[in-house]
């Protein structure tokens, strides 16, 4: 028996190698300046992952054992409703969430807190005022913002100004779901040139981007039963949800 289960997994190792050799070869020349970094089984029998490393991170491709077709897009789980393909970039994207210079944002804090959240916000970013309206319905939450404004540079002060107020979470709060410019002056010394080259590093390229106490990152907004669902698995103490 033991023989038997050694051959079989010396052919289904023969068998992976083979396949992601010719997958290899058939796509390597099609994909341009990406690189493969790996071939995979995808959640899909017969269906192999090929992830691509590109300037704006990982990237993820589906095709068959040949190589023949290709398919960009993502993997659901419909009975869950889980987007596959986006768990699988989460971790792929992860970071070390202590590496974060928390003390370079705005910190956020409602009830005890202990629900915590990162986030990479322009306040001038249609989706990420949607987000903080929905971020407003969560309670026992601490959110630290990193002021992220790219979308309108020319209104970096206005961050800046956010940083010199006196009651920072109001003022940032009141900029990025009304648009109200802080009374502060935007004179003192500020972390938002730091948070704009922490962002590139960690190839943020869009807002909002949210980061869990895991490591884990999202781009975009979510929807808040989803945000809630994910939030309570990294509290700690918390037992972890079945996915």
Same mark, same amino acid.
């Given at each position: 028996m033991l023989r038997f289960l050694v051959l079989s997994l010396a052919f289904f190792t023969a068998a992976a190698a083979a396949n992601e050799a010719a997958i290899r070869k058939a796509i390597e020349a099609k994909i341009g300046s990406a690189k493969i970094e790996g071939i995979q089984p995808s959640p899909i029998a017969g269906l192999f992952e090929v992830r691509l490393r590109t300037a704006n991170g990982p990237q993820l491709l589906y095709t068959d054992a040949t190589g023949?077709?290709?398919?960009?897009?993502?993997i659901y789980h419909l009975a869950s409703g889980r987007d596959l393909t986006e768990e699988r970039l989460r971790k792929l994207t992860a970071i070390k969430f202590e590496s974060l210079p928390l003390d370079q944002a705005v910190k956020i804090q409602r009830g005890d807190g202990r629900r915590v959240l990162v986030m990479f916000?322009?306040? +001038?970013?249609?989706?990420?005022? !949607?987000?903080?309206?929905?971020?407003?319905?969560?309670?026992?939450?601490?959110?630290?913002?990193?002021? +992220?404004?790219?979308?309108?540079? !020319?209104?970096?002060?206005?961050?800046k100004a956010v940083w010199c107020s006196a009651d920072r979470a109001k003022a940032w709060l009141e900029l990025a779901i009304q648009h109200k410019q802080p009374a502060a002056a935007a004179d003192c010394d500020n972390p938002v040139e730091k948070n704009l080259e922490l962002g590139r590093s960690l190839r943020v390229t869009s807002t909002p981007t949210l980061i869990l106490t895991n490591g884990e990152r999202v781009a975009g907004g979510m929807q808040l039963a989803d945000l809630q669902g994910l939030l309570d698995q990294t509290v700690p103490g918390q037992p972890a949800k079945k996915r």
């Open positions: 023949t077709h290709l398919i960009d897009g993502n916000s322009d306040p +001038y970013c249609p989706y990420c005022q !949607q987000f903080e309206k929905t971020l407003l319905k969560i309670d026992n939450i601490t959110v630290y913002v990193f002021m +992220y404004p790219v979308i309108r540079p !020319q209104n970096a002060d206005h961050s």
